[in-house]
């Protein structure tokens, strides 16, 4: 399908988007860009204007961005063009934040965190999400396998969305479930988005209008552990639920996306799998205020049964410390508008820092430092060398020790030697 890019859209892509093949100059990190957001909504200005340079030099001298970067990144305009036409020739649109269609889920739940850009394929009307979150390990057992598929059924037969990262395992048995089962899935993926739109149960669902896939990375985006848990919280933001079928305790990307969502201050209700065959992680989350999923559920009904589980949980709910992700200081989600002049979560806190240089990554994933360093810090409580980090959190090497360098510089973590290791500084 051909989905209008509007001029808005299109400077957000040209200021933090990544296509063509020249990278000699790095787009805006989401921190960047969000402080270019609060100065434009000062100026009464919008994304738009930035196309002219009167308005790149103001934007320049107030932020302390150079003014020579902002002219290139917005003078890739032909490049632009080409990328948004190959991509629309492959039925991926692109919206931005400040886009009427953009997720009002991922506005309210994340605020500034929320991605700048969107790639989608599908059905944009499917955007208002909705329904349960299904998540878990993707090397995950029989009896989880089979709970997936219950439960995924069971959301269809309420007209209940299944959301989830379209990832091997769990992801992907309920996604498959669902649509098999008639129903409406929306993925939000963290690689490949061209391919995985393309595939042919993909294509299928997708042109019933019943698949939506969407990603804040660009459509051909290769896999990597950051992004994909730097996603995780726009999983648990398009849905009103969320369900762990499987995690292991302190340890992978389910575990960690479901403990930065519980300890958020505004944090979406998360169920767990328990009983006979559920992981030590499963029962571990019910300490953090997770809610036991059912163990009787009639086949219609279930939206009501969350609500009152929920209520009645004596886990208590939104009491949790904020992470490092979930930094802000600010008005809660009634006092911010759906719809802002350039339609864009503000917040009032003190302006954004520039995280460290990641060029390795595709642009736009400078965030990705701030997800896994609560994981970090939770997995270093006592000297730690980083072979068994790294192993602990199954990431490489390299990319580690760059997250720890950080971390060091930051006052966060304290690197020892004789041996090499490292340790949580003390609060």
């Known amino acids: 399908m051909n989905h209008y890019v509007t001029e808005d859209t299109k400077a957000i892509i040209l200021l933090c988007g990544v296509f063509g093949n020249d990278r000699s100059v790095k787009p805006l990190s989401q921190a960047e860009y969000s402080s270019l957001v609060r100065w434009l909504i000062a100026q009464k200005l919008r994304p738009s204007d930035l196309l002219q340079k009167e308005h790149i030099v103001e934007a320049s001298n107030s932020l302390g961005l150079e003014s020579n970067r902002l002219e290139s990144l917005i003078a890739r305009g032909g490049s632009l063009g080409f990328a948004i036409e190959e991509w629309q020739r492959s039925g991926i649109w692109i919206i931005s ?108 669902a997708i042109a019933e209008e019943r698949l939506l896939l969407i990603s804040p990375y660009h459509p051909s985006a290769r896999f990597a552990v950051g992004t994909a848990m730097a996603r995780n919280k726009l999983i648990y933001a398009m849905a009103d639920y969320g369900l762990v079928v499987s995690a292991d305790h302190k340890k992978g990307g389910t575990w960690a996306g479901a403990e930065e969502e519980l300890k958020r201050k505004n944090s979406k209700p998360i169920f767990v799998r328990i009983g006979e065959g559920a992981p030590v992680g499963n029962n571990k989350l019910l300490d953090l205020g997770a809610v036991p ?135």
Request: glycine share 6%; with cysteine.
């Open 97 to 204: 934040r400040s886009d009427e269609d953009y997720p009002c889920r991922l506005k309210r739940h994340l605020k500034d965190k929320a991605p700048p850009l969107l790639y989608g394929a599908g059905d944009p009307r499917l955007l208002k999400g909705g329904g349960v979150a299904i998540v878990g390990s993707r090397n995950v057992d029989q009896q989880g396998e089979e709970f997936t598929r219950k439960v995924a059924e069971l959301c269809v037969m309420n007209q209940l969305p299944v959301v989830s990262g379209g990832a091997r395992g769990v992801d992907q048995i309920s996604m498959s479930a669902a649509l098999e089962a008639g129903g409406v899935t929306i993925g939000i993926v963290a690689d490949d988005l061209l391919k995985k739109s393309v595939a042919r149960n993909s294509r299928y």
């Open 293 to 427: 999923w059912p163990e009787v559920i009639d086949q219609e009904g279930l939206e009501q049964l969350l609500k009152n589980s929920v209520k009645q949980s004596p886990s208590p709910q939104n009491q949790k410390d904020l992470t490092l992700f979930d930094y802000q200081v600010g008005a809660s989600s009634q006092e911010i508008s759906e719809k802002q002049s350039v339609s864009e979560p503000i917040d009032q806190s003190s302006p954004a820092r520039e995280t460290h240089d990641e060029s390795q990554n595709p642009p736009g994933l400078n965030s990705i430092y701030e997800a896994v360093l609560p994981v970090i810090l939770e997995n270093i409580k006592k000297p730690t060398t980083p072979e068994d980090l790294a192993k602990a959190l199954d990431v490489n090497k390299t990319q580690l020790n760059a997250w720890l360098k950080k971390a060091v510089d930051d006052n966060k973590v304290v690197k020892m030697s004789r041996p090499v290791r490292y340790r949580r500084r003390s609060v």
